[in-house]
């Protein structure tokens, strides 16, 4: 009998920040293509751009034994902790009362992926029924669960993921056995159908879907990344693709012949990704116009826009005075909301330097690209091999992005 270890009863105080620690193994954050600071901000339907939707988990017990992360069943130097569909509630509930009335409840695989969805399904009916929660609520589906759970955890969700990971079918047999594309896609595929049914019979259910992936997981360039997220925004209609720095710290039990080395991605690479995404989805760019098989990887020195403007010096400079809309955002410090301000003005005006600098338009980047009636003020840059370090965004950029990252923003 001596040799009875008895767990020691976690309390709720405790079992959050288990939680806490947990969440850094998920860690997103949206960034806009043209934004030069690299601020972080989850944009989601009806709440501000900076807002953030701290998560809480049910377990963090697992099952799966993926060699990347922390809540993985062969890690012998932690405590687990479980909470019941109501503790949880309670404690997301009040979580999102103290953050801008949003949150996200997920949990490792406890037991099996249809018992953990179960129980989060449970979890968010509280919330909604019991605790008259109205806020923003993410929810995490399981690999693997049943299509009624998926369609039960709906019913209360605000959005929906399941995080695809690897850019590579073949990376889940190398860093995360139990995991495999159709445990993926299946449950991704059935959100897709359910939301768009929903909307169909105009019945509530969760208005979007979202994935994470871990770049450098698989030694896979940017352009393998492109292709993959391009294609599950058209088949799955996600509304956003997350991605996360790979980081393999040891080698995990059951992972020994391998052949897995330690390393970690660099946050520059997840800036660029975040910025490239930006461009496929808000800037009518295609995965070829980003990562061309020429040059499959992004570049740490100069953003995917730029990088793609000095593939294309042909075409430049650009009369802004001329151009439309299309042409004016693909120039490198003008985006979005700045050709639409420009196309605005110049039916009161022309467009001259002075302006552009009034209209706080990016000129250390777009002065080499544009002519303003006719005027050229980019000097021999154009046609200089100094061009590239002129418009360099600069590494004190990504900085920023390290910072936000290690303090776990998320959505």
């Not at 709440?47 to 990347?68: D, I």
């Not at 594309?181 to 595929?189: H, V």
């Not at 040059?295 to 793609?308: C, G």
């Not at 000095?310 to 075409?315: A, E, N, Q, T």
């Amino acid at each position: 009998m001596s040799n009875i270890i008895i767990p020691k009863i976690l309390t709720t105080e405790e079992k959050i920040a288990q939680m806490k620690e947990d969440a850094k193994f998920e860690i997103v954050g949206d960034f806009d293509a043209e934004d030069t600071a690299l601020a972080c901000a989850a944009r989601v339907e009806g709440r501000p751009a900076a807002m953030t939707a701290p998560k809480v988990m049910l377990s963090g017990e697992c099952v799966f034994n993926c060699a990347y992360c922390g809540c993985r069943c062969s890690r012998e130097d932690r405590g687990n902790y479980t909470c019941a569909p109501k503790e949880l509630a309670d404690i997301a509930f009040e979580t999102a009362k103290k953050s801008s009335n949003a949150v996200f409840i997920t949990s490792a695989i406890y037991k099996n992926a249809d018992y953990t969805q179960e129980l989060l399904a449970e979890t968010a009916r509280i919330l909604r029924e019991d605790l008259w929660y109205r806020g923003y609520l993410h929810a995490k589906i399981m690999p693997g669960a049943d299509p009624l759970l998926v369609e039960k955890t709906g019913r209360y969700a605000s959005r929906m993921s399941v995080n695809i990971e690897v850019a590579q079918s073949s990376g889940y047999n190398k860093i995360a056995k139990q995991k495999t594309r159709e445990n993926i896609l299946n449950p991704m595929g059935e959100i897709a159908n359910r939301i768009k049914l929903a909307k169909l019979e105009r019945r509530k259910f969760a208005i979007n879907q979202t994935t994470q992936l871990m770049a450098g997981s698989t030694d896979e360039d940017d352009r393998v990344i492109m292709n993959l997220s391009d294609a599950l925004y058209k088949k799955y209609r996600l509304k956003r693709v997350y991605y996360t720095a790979f980081k393999l710290r040891g080698i995990a039990k059951g992972y020994e012949n391998e052949n897995l080395e330690i390393k970690n991605t660099p946050y520059w690479r997840m800036a660029r990704l975040y910025q490239a995404d930006r461009l496929l989805q808000l800037y009518d760019f295609t995965p070829d116009d980003i990562t061309p098989e020429e040059d499959p990887f992004l570049h740490e020195d100069i953003d995917p826009k730029a990088a793609w403007a000095l593939r294309h010096l042909d075409l430049y400079p650009i009369e802004v005075n001329k151009a439309d809309y299309e042409t004016l955002i693909r120039i490198p410090g003008i985006g979005i909301t700045y050709a639409k301000r420009i196309i605005e003005a110049r039916k009161y005006c022309t467009i001259t330097h002075d302006l552009l600098k009034k209209m706080k338009v990016a000129m250390k980047r777009s002065i080499y690209f544009i002519t303003c009636n006719g005027k050229y003020e980019g000097g021999t840059t154009l046609d200089s091999p100094e061009l590239r370090a002129a418009i360099s965004t600069g590494m004190e950029q990504m900085s920023i992005w390290q910072s936000l990252t290690d303090d776990g923003m998320k959505c």
